[in-house]
């Protein structure tokens, strides 16, 4: 750090310390150590506990419901995205504000609205009732799961990429038509790798919450589709077992550190802008 | 003008410090103004008018917050260690885990002359057999609410629970000791078990009980049943019995195999900053209008006898809400399971159920 830029810097430093340092190693003291007799013990006992097929299980599905959500966000966020960046309508600023607003929202609360429009008796099936077509039971399957993080994390994806398209230089594209290429060729070669860096921060910014979540597989799964988030809640709500739960967040946080990892890499092959 | 309105302004000032000096100052009927009273209870479970009244009568400010399970409020008290509260209402088996753990003050019962309207039934019980660190507070079931509308047969066991005929209709409890405590009932066995082979058959029993199960909710289950989402849901008497007053076409009902009986009550916290003030609170709620008016509004039985005889005959005398010795002698209450590793065998049980 520059001398210069240092003393600014201390709010966030000491902001960082209290409230990220020191919270990551109370963790990776409850998952790793245990004190026994006041003596104080490496154990990896707690991290053999996650190996179970139970814990293996629903953390396999928790991946699962993140990606194809992630996937769904990405296949909506991104062509969004490019209408939204490249509109000549004149008030484009007004349409993106329409796809942020919702999370000005409290997130419960959205979240609350779609279990009365997905219930038995919901807004959906009344529609459906409506026009002769027989009753979904939507609500409480993992289904249900998938649209809650879909609509919540969305807009998570929309901006950066978004962002990435407002900034290119669209000399370049102009150059690539005068060269001959069409419009399917620039949008392969130059529009897309140009937008890599904001799909990138909009997969991690949509993944990780997704991965980690425990109140939308809980309210909109009804506990049928329990999610490594609810798990983790669990252990230290419920079962008191703090150690455990410790070494289930560490394992996550491994997993998404690994997987940002990759991202980044994949990233610089393609000569983008950093994340990490 | 301008100088009446100063007068005025001062007048006002002067008149609200005096307002203010004369709660604050303890005086001979007040001899706790002043001070402050912190307070944690479970949501919707006093009738908040009581505590406006008792700072009212004592000059004590209440500063009340709410909780949502026993372990919520266990770990908001641990981890806000000395200055947290001063009275909780803990149930039977986190009052157990409390006292074990020496979170709790012994009340000094000269203080509460009220505690004489508790009915005996409901002391020494396992979790505080010599009486010293609780005042019951209410107590209840737990049993399964039924829409008459949707259910034609009579429902008087929990092996509904595994009828086919209800697929989807069924709500749980979203609680891991709930859960499996009561399909250990519904079993034949003590819902405080720690037999592994027990614990094994509960799950199976559970996970044969998926297809039933629309959702495992928690608060949300009047108003699922309200709407006519499911057609039977397990839970807590008070809630079935406000929902059997809102629409006569649900029942309550305590299965014949038993089930869980509970007492939640009021303790002082060994951190207390105002044990006085806590056990004037304590006696309080036992003055038998302040219990019967709490009752009213919650819904749950009462433990004191005196607030009991003035409710109505219809409540007084419904089997449901305060079941007899009979239904009574078949239920039991949880123990506390904090002191061995089962209740992670709890937990992985439960996680197994949810995750299938």
């Known amino acids: 750090m520059k001398k210069y830029a240092s003393a600014p810097a201390y709010p966030y430093v000491i902001w960082m310390l209290i409230f990220i340092i020191v919270p990551l190693l109370l963790v990776v003291w409850y998952g790793l150590f245990k004190v026994e007799n006041g003596n104080i013990q490496f154990t990896l006992e707690y991290f053999a506990r996650f190996f179970e097929p139970v814990y293996i299980q629903v953390f396999i599905r928790s991946i699962l419901l993140a990606v194809i959500s992630t996937a769904i966000c990405l296949l909506i966020g991104y062509p969004l995205a490019y209408i939204l960046a490249g509109s000549t309508f004149k008030n484009k600023s007004v349409l993106l504000f329409l796809a942020i607003v919702p999370m000005w929202m409290n997130f419960l609360l959205r979240t609350y609205a779609w279990l009365t429009i997905l219930e038995k008796n919901g807004i959906f099936n009344q529609v459906l009732r409506f026009l002769n077509l027989p009753d979904q039971n939507l609500l409480y399957t993992p289904y249900a799961v998938i649209l809650g993080m879909v609509y919540n994390y969305l807009p998570f994806m929309i901006i950066p990429i978004y962002n990435a398209l407002e900034k290119m230089d669209h000399s370049l594209v102009e150059a690539a038509a005068d060269l001959g290429a069409n419009k399917r060729k620039v949008f392969r070669k130059i529009i897309f790798p140009l937008s890599l860096p904001g799909v ?69 092959e393609n000569a983008g802008g950093g994340l990490l | 003008m301008k100088k009446f309105f100063a007068l005025l302004l001062v007048l006002t000032l002067t008149f609200s410090i005096c307002a203010c000096s004369g709660s604050t100052t303890p ?32 000059g004590i400010t209440v500063v009340y917050d709410t909780f949502e399970t026993n372990e919520d409020m266990y770990t908001k008290i641990k981890a806000s260690g000395d200055n947290s509260y001063d009275v909780c209402f803990p149930s039977d088996y986190m009052i157990k885990r409390m006292i074990d753990e020496d979170m709790l003050a012994e009340i000094d019962f000269s203080n509460v002359p009220n505690y004489k309207y508790i009915d005996q039934k409901y002391l020494k019980q396992v979790f505080d057999p010599e009486d010293k660190f609780s005042v019951p507070y209410m107590w209840g079931t737990v049993g399964l609410v039924v829409n008459t509308d949707l259910v034609a047969e009579k429902i008087d066991s929990w092996q509904v629970l595994w009828d086919p005929k209800y697929e989807k209709q069924i709500l749980g409890l979203d609680s891991e000791r709930d859960a499996v405590g009561l399909t250990l009932k519904a079993l034949g066995y003590s819902l405080n078990s720690r037999d592994e082979a027990e614990l094994e058959e509960a799950k199976q029993a559970l996970i044969k009980q998926k297809p039933n199960i629309l959702a495992y909710v928690g608060d949300q289950v009047k108003d699922k049943m309200i709407n ?41 916290l060994k951190n207390t900053q105002n044990k006085a003030g806590a056990e004037a609170f304590i006696n309080f709620l036992c003055r038998p ?27 007084k005398n419904d089997k449901t809400a305060y079941p007899g010795e009979d239904v009574l002698s078949k239920c039991e209450i949880f123990e506390n399971l904090a002191d061995s590793d089962i209740l992670q065998t709890y937990s992985k049980i439960w996680t197994e159920v949810l995750s299938q």
């Open chain 1, 200 to 268: 990138v921060s909009g997969i991690t910014m949509t993944f990780m919450p997704a991965v980690t979540t425990f109140v939308i597989s809980k309210l909109l799964g009804g506990g049928q589709s329990t999610l490594i988030g609810d798990v983790i809640e669990n252990q230290f709500k419920v079962s008191n077992d703090w150690n455990f739960g410790s070494a289930l967040s560490l394992v996550l946080m491994i997993i998404i550190l690994l997987s940002m990892r990759i991202m980044t890499k994949y990233e610089e």
């Open chain 2, 27 to 58: 005086t001979a009927d007040k001899p706790l103004a002043g001070t402050t009273l912190k307070v944690f209870n479970w949501g919707e479970y006093i009738d908040e008018d009581v505590i406006s009244m008792f700072e009212e009568e004592t």
């Open chain 2, 228 to 268: 006519e989402e499911a057609a039977i849901a397990m839970l807590w008497s008070g809630d079935g019995i406000a929902l059997k007053m809102e629409d006569p076409k649900f029942e309550y009902v305590i299965p014949k195999e038993g089930s869980n009986f509970w007492i939640d009550s009021v303790v002082i």
């Open chain 2, 289 to 315: 209008d302040i219990a019967l008016k709490n009752v009213e509004y919650i819904c749950y039985a009462t433990p004191n006898t005196a607030a009991y005889e003035q409710l109505p005959d219809e409540i």
